[in-house]
Each structure stands twice: as structure tokens, then as C-alpha cells.
């Protein structure tokens, strides 16, 4: 039952993505730029934290018994610079807006995640990376400042140069050092809406390290399919997709609007899959059917939305994994201990009988000065795992091992780690506590995740 309190506000439960975990908070609509200052100063909850589209996959966004608001509404176009490519934006501009307005002009976003329905804000909040970290890095490269309005009612532009300290603490920083007014950032310049794709299968995870280790600096995109269930001299058999960018003489005869493709069809999950939909041997017979499928090629010609973005064909698709939901765990191991780290995570999630319906490796460059920032140079292992009896205590093993090769966990995907392994994995944890005091003397902000992982104080304000 929704219970409606006070004037632009309604208590419901929420959850991210992944549908877990479900809590009940204050959910705010601000439609005007100045709303979220007011809604900050006037203290009718204990905390607050900013939210998206709702698509990071835990708690990041959740305030359990505090207030979340949201920046969906907020999302104006503010200014463009066609000769630059910068483009200036309110924060609940999402990445599909961008390329459903500037595309047609020949600009593509610089970087981005796997689904095109999350905003600006939450990308800078996520630090988010895409398949071509190993040549650009993350979102942050591209970020030239951004506004943020901090809890105590100040206006501050952040930017490498200006409030150094608090541009490296909010890029990452969940959202916890203040609320993102308006971005600024340099859009890709493209001169089709496609990508041409090289497919490479390969036997096992050391054969798709090698591969990638020798070729990646060759494409500027490369993401690797990684059947999680294969076990033996199959242990993490991969396919391979590395992309560049398609120019217009790569394009067949007859197209007519290089920036344009036509839209193919969309799905929806009208319901959720039952707990056992996604078992070992549905997700293994799957499994089996992509890898055969599936030969080596080159300069197969592919749009963006295929390549970028499958999964955002199938409206609701979250909810195969049914009403408990799933937990994305996302890991990067350091390139010294990727090999060795990779096959030991590898063979424990095998063993386990875990079945993950999308498992994902890519590869990594340097990381840059955010102070919670994910990505390190190596390899980072993405698995989707249904919310089941004994998931949590399994996964916590898994953070274990992870510490052990000096990798560490992506926030953004999080919902089951402790404070004491989030604080081993992010040596840049004391930093970030000393400029968000500033920036939030009186304890403002928080959110679930970070009382969780002891970012914050365990209770709210």
C-alpha cells in the first residue's frame, strides 16, 4: 500500500535492477532544478540520496526509511557546441536522449555501459565504464566539470582544475558529496550508427586472455561472452567480440542515412520467470547453443544498439530471474593475478552450480584519480546470479578470494559485501570520507549502500 506524505513525495518500495534488495522509501519527483536544494533544506527526512533510472543493480540508489530523489524529470538539454562536440545537460539526461538527439548529427556517447537507460548524473556517480576502458578509460575522461549542489545550499563547478578534490570524490561517489545540477561533456564524433565486429571463438579463459592480451590495443571495443559453466580444458571457453568503429565507405550500397538504422523488433517479459526458470541446465543448454552458434568472422558490420545495448531489445528483462531478483557481481583482478585469479573465481562458480545467464569479461586500462572509482588495469569478470538459498554467504566467499588476488568489487552492482571488505578493496575510502565531510558536515546524504559497506554512519543522518 502506498502511503502518500506530503506534497511531491510517496512512500513505495524500491529496489535497483537486479530487484534486490526491495526497501520502502521516500520517493521525490522534483520537476524544477531548484527543487532538490529545497528538498535537502528542509529536513523532513533523516537523509537523502539522488536516483536515476533505477539501474544500478543493488542499493545504491535505496535509502531504506530515508528519502531518495529522483532526477528522471530533470533532464533539459542546456547548450551544444556542434564545432566541440560538448554538450551541456541537466543530470537526469539519460545516455538514450543523447544519442537519440545528437547521433543524426554524428556524434556518439564517448563512453558507455551496457544498457543506454541510465543518466548522466548516475553515470558520473557510477564512474561507469564500457568495452573500451583498455584505449579511453571511463565516463571521466570525457567529463569536462559538472554543478553540484551540495547539502549545506552551495553551487560549486567541479572540474579537474576547480574543486579538484570534490570532482574525484562525487565521479564514483555514489552520489554521496552532493546532488549534480548540470553536466558538461565531449561527445564522440562518428560517422555511422555502426560498428564492424570480429568474432573469435576460443577454448578457455587462458586462449581469450592470450587473444586479448595480444589484439585488444587493435580495437577500439572488445567484450568477451564467457560460459561460466564450462568446466576442465573448457573452463571459461569465451567468444570474442571486438569492434572499431564503421566509417561511411564500409557501409553497403543503398543505405541511405548513414547515422540512422532501422529499429528491429522489441520483447518484453510480461512476467516473472518462475524460481527454477533459470537452473544449471537451462542456463547450460543456452550455453551450449551461443558458443556453437557462434564462428570466427571479421568485419561483420553491426549497429550500435545490437552491439551496445542486446539486452535493451527486451523491455523488463530482469524479470527472468524472477521475483527474489538477481545479484550482478562485477570483479576486476589486477593483470598480474588475472590469470591465476580468474581461473580460481572461475572454477569455484563452476563448482558451485550457480548458473549466471550473462557472464561478461573485458579488459581494463589504468585506473585514474577517483577516489572510489572501480576499473584497475586488468580484467574485470561480470556474472548475473538469481537471488537463492545460500547466494549471500557464497558470494562473500567470492569477495574473499577476490581480496586475495588484490582485485576488488564494482559498487555499482553490489548488494551483498561487507564494511571491513569494501574497506580492504578501496584504499582511497579515508580520502573520500575527509572531502564528503566537508562537502556534508551535518550528514546529509546516504544511502543503504553505503551505511552497508560503512561509507557512512550505519544510521541514517
Known amino acids: 500500500m502506498i502511503d502518500r506524505g506530503g506534497e511531491g513525495s510517496v512512500l513505495e518500495p524500491l529496489s535497483g535492477w537486479g530487484r534486490y534488495p526491495v526497501q520502502t522509501c521516500r520517493l521525490f519527483r522534483p520537476e524544477r532544478r531548484s527543487s532538490p536544494g529545497s528538498i535537502l533544506a528542509s529536513g523532513g527526512e533523516a537523509s537523502y540520496i539522488a536516483r536515476g533510472l533505477g539501474r544500478s543493480y543493488g542499493d545504491a540508489a535505496l535509502n531504506e526509511n530515508g528519502g531518495v530523489v529522483s532526477f528522471e524529470r530533470l533532464d533539459r538539454f542546456t547548450a551544444f557546441d556542434a564545432k566541440t562536440g560538448v554538450l551541456e545537460c541537466e543530470a537526469g539526461v539519460s545516455v538514450e536522449a543523447v544519442i537519440r538527439h545528437f547521433l ?14 541510465v543518466t548522466l548524473g548516475g553515470a558520473i556517480a557510477s564512474d561507469v565504464h564500457g568495452k573500451n576502458h583498455h584505449r579511453v578509460g571511463t565516463i571521466a ?13 552551495d553551487v560549486i563547478t567541479c572540474s579537474r582544475d576547480s574543486n579538484a578534490d570534490a570532482f574525484w570524490a562525487t565521479v564514483g561517489g555514489l552520489g554521496l558529496t552532493g546532488f549534480i545540477q548540470t553536466v558538461r561533456v565531449r561527445l564522440q564524433p562518428v560517422e555511422t550508427a555502426y560498428v564492424l565486429v570480429d568474432y573469435r571463438k576460443v577454448s578457455n579463459v587462458e586462449e581469450a586472455l592470450a587473444a586479448m ?3 585488444d590495443e587493435s580495437y577500439e571495443y572488445s567484450v568477451a561472452w564467457i560460459d561460466c559453466l564450462a568446466r576442465g580444458r573448457e573452463l571459461g571457453r569465451s567468444v570474442l ?4 568503429p564503421a566509417g561511411v565507405r564500409d557501409l553497403p550500397g543503398g543505405v541511405d542515412d548513414p547515422l540512422s538504422v532501422r529499429r528491429g523488433r522489441r520483447w518484453s517479459v510480461p512476467f516473472d520467470f518462475p524460481a527454477w526458470g533459470l537452473n544449471r541446465s537451462t542456463v547450460g543448454a543456452f550455453n551450449e547453443l551461443f558458443y556453437r552458434r557462434h564462428s570466427d568472422r571479421s568485419g561483420e558490420l553491426v549497429d550500435y544498439d545490437t552491439y551496445f545495448y542486446p539486452l535493451d531489445s527486451i523491455r523488463g528483462w530482469n524479470r527472468m530471474y524472477g521475483r527474489r531478483g538477481f545479484v550482478q557481481y562485477q570483479v576486476v583482478l589486477p593483470s598480474a593475478a588475472s590469470r591465476a585469479g580468474l581461473i580460481d573465481l572461475l572454477e569455484r562458480f563452476s563448482a558451485s552450480g550457480r548458473a549466471s545467464f550473462l557472464a561478461v569479461l ?3 586500462g589504468p585506473e585514474n584519480p577517483g577516489l572510489l572509482s572501480f576499473p584497475l588495469r586488468g580484467y574485470t569478470l561480470t556474472l548475473d546470479l538469481p537471488v537463492q538459498n545460500g547466494l549471500v554467504p557464497f558470494l562473500r566467499d567470492m569477495d574473499r578470494v577476490v581480496l586475495d588476488y588484490g582485485g576488488r568489487l564494482y559498487l555499482a552492482k553490489d548488494a551483498v559485501t561487507t564494511a571491513e571488505t569494501f574497506a580492504r578493496m578501496y584504499p582511497g575510502l579515508d580520502r573520500f570520507r575527509e572531502v564528503r565531510a566537508r562537502l556534508d558536515p551535518e550528514g546529509r546524504l546516504s544511502s543503504s549502500l553505503a551505511r552497508r559497506v560503512g561509507i557512512v554512519a550505519s544510521t541514517p543522518g
Not at 104 to 117: I, L
Not at 141 to 153: E, I, Q, V
Not at 241 to 244: E, H, P, Q
Request: charged share 20%.
Open 241 to 244: 567480440m571486438r569492434a572499431n
Open 213 to 215: 592480451d595480444q589484439s
Open 104 to 117: 543524426p548529427r554524428g556524434y556518439f556517447v564517448p563512453v558507455t555501459p551496457g544498457t543506454k537507460f
Open 141 to 153: 575522461t570525457f567529463l569536462l566539470d559538472f554543478r553540484l549542489l551540495t547539502p549545506g545550499g
Open 362 to 364: 573485458k579488459s581494463f
